[in-house]
């Protein structure tokens, strides 16, 4: 009986133990009540995949060994300035800052120029991980202003979260079980949609008047073999130079993209007509004028339905 009075004594002793010292390291943790105002968004650039951001941050705080002036960090930027700080300690800490970022980003151009884009920022504390300091988010106002609107885009969604970001390492620890270490970090997610269709006109008019240009050669009399040649060879190195200088300001992809699809249709349909071309020339060489005038009209509208039509699907598609 005594045994077992003494075995129950340590358990009871244990769980109380387990149970002050979890709340003791909870008491640790400080809460920093983070916000942001987004106040511009600029120099997006798909070929160097980075965007320039500024903001106003501020950050309230009673541990005044967080020092988010040295211990700031913001992962993904490629250079960080700060124009204003400014702080208060009369009760606790208040920490106001002004801040541009270069921010590195990948860029989903798979529907380019109807792309939809996420920007990413994230805000650490070097120094303190998720033992010592979590984020929570001051939500009071707009977190971004309105009139900052970047010319061709549309802000769909601008969300703040608070998460915790694993490092598998334990930056040399050794009182660590694993190599572990947890940051508390404050996220903003920014979704934009491009009001693309000046773009695209804009982008894509040289490729559909190289086609037109192509096009017309079954408007010329089909023993006009020079020039029916002629003018779709040329469409066809119109079209290949029109996809270079997109090419030329987009990343680089392994996934085929609606502007790979444009072009490559285009110039699966310029070699259409020129085959259509030697076929009428083959029946004007034996002497069969009014079947080769009657083939090409047949090509023609046949040609230019199918081409009008699978621009508007692989373009509506683009789009919704």
Same mark, same amino acid.
């Given at each position: 009986m005594k045994n077992k009075l003494l075995l129950i004594g340590l358990f009871i002793a244990n769980f109380l133990s387990y149970h002050f010292n979890s709340l003791a390291g909870d008491s640790?943790?400080?809460?920093?009540?983070?916000g942001i105002y987004v106040t511009g968004v600029h120099g997006i650039d798909f070929k160097q995949k980075e965007y320039t951001i500024d903001f106003w941050l501020w950050l309230k705080y009673k541990n005044k060994d967080f020092d988010f002036i040295q211990n700031l960090e913001i992962p993904q930027a490629k250079s960080i300035s700060k124009s204003?700080?400014? !702080?208060?300690?009369?009760?606790? $800490?208040?920490?106001?800052?002004?801040?541009?970022?270069?921010?590195?980003?990948?860029?989903?151009?798979?529907n380019f120029p109807f792309d939809r884009q996420k920007l990413r920022l994230s805000i650490e504390n070097s120094q303190f991980?998720?033992?010592?300091?979590?984020?929570?988010?001051?939500?009071?106002?707009q977190h971004y202003d309105r009139r900052f609107m970047l010319s061709g885009w549309?802000?769909?969604?601008?969300?703040?979260?608070?998460?915790?970001r694993v490092?598998?390492?334990?930056?040399?620890?050794?009182?660590?079980?694993?190599?572990?270490?947890?940051?508390?970090?404050f996220k903003v997610a920014i979704v934009l949609n491009r009001a693309a269709m000046g773009l695209f006109w804009k982008i894509f008019l040289g490729m559909y008047v190289a086609f037109l240009i192509a096009y017309t050669c079954f408007y010329i009399h089909a023993d006009g073999i020079d020039s029916r040649?002629?003018?779709? !060879?040329?469409?066809?190195?119109? $079209?290949i130079g029109n996809k270079y200088i997109i090419d030329s300001s987009l990343p680089e992809s392994t996934s085929f993209t609606l502007v790979d699809t444009l072009h490559g249709l285009t110039?699966?349909?310029?070699?259409?007509?020129?085959?259509?071309?030697?076929?009428?020339?083959?029946?004007?060489?034996?002497?069969?004028?009014?079947?080769?005038?009657k083939f090409d009209m047949i090509a023609a509208q046949t040609l230019l339905v199918i081409y009008v039509g699978l621009n508007i699907y692989f373009i509506h598609d683009a789009v919704s």
């Open positions: 640790k943790k400080d809460t920093v009540f983070t204003f700080s400014t !702080v208060d300690t009369s009760n606790g $800490v208040y920490l106001l800052l002004k801040l541009q970022c270069v921010m590195k980003d990948s860029w989903k151009i798979g991980d998720s033992r010592s300091l979590i984020f929570a988010p001051d939500t009071l106002g549309n802000i769909d969604s601008f969300n703040i979260t608070m998460g915790n490092y598998e390492t334990g930056f040399g620890d050794p009182g660590l079980a694993k190599p572990h270490t947890e940051y508390s970090n040649f002629g003018l779709s !060879v040329g469409s066809l190195f119109a $079209v110039l699966f349909f310029i070699f259409a007509v020129i085959t259509c071309t030697a076929y009428a020339l083959k029946l004007v060489k034996q002497g069969r004028i009014k079947d080769a005038n």
